[in-house]
């Protein structure tokens, strides 16, 4: 359970899909039909709570974050992860591409 103030980070936009998400939130389907999404909801609840990070670059939809003392490490951590995976998909993109072919030079004509 997070001890975090989740009010002051709660995930208030569905366009921006940023910020705390309470136990529960999330519907288990696409309906937008209240009385169906209740009834889903207890034959299956959402028993799971999440912080919805994004891109940090993203000036229309910024993150939500605790505070430091609230959860200690956790943005670092994060962002940490943020690079590892855009070193992994820039590796990727290079090793699919043409740059590691080899040369042909005139002498292998």
């Known amino acids: 359970m997070l001890t975090v103030p989740q009010d002051k980070i709660a995930w208030d936009d ?7 998400v309470k136990f529960g939130r999330e519907r288990v389907t696409q309906s937008s ?3 169906k999404i209740a009834e889903l909801r207890k034959k299956a609840p959402d028993s799971k709570e999440t ?3 994004g891109y940090e670059l993203d000036d229309t939809w910024r ?3 605790p ?3 609230d959860a ?9 992860f943020f690079q590892v995976r855009d070193c992994a998909r820039f590796l ?18």
């Open 63 to 65: 993150n939500k974050w």
């Open 14 to 20: 569905p366009r921006a899909n940023r910020g705390y």
């Open 33 to 35: 039909d209240p009385a």
């Open 92 to 109: 990727s993109r290079v090793r699919n591409s043409n740059l590691l072919r080899p040369v042909m030079n005139f002498t292998q004509l």
């Open 72 to 80: 200690p490490g956790f943005k670092q951590t994060t962002m940490s």
């Open 51 to 53: 912080i919805e990070i």
């Open 67 to 69: 505070q430091e003392e």
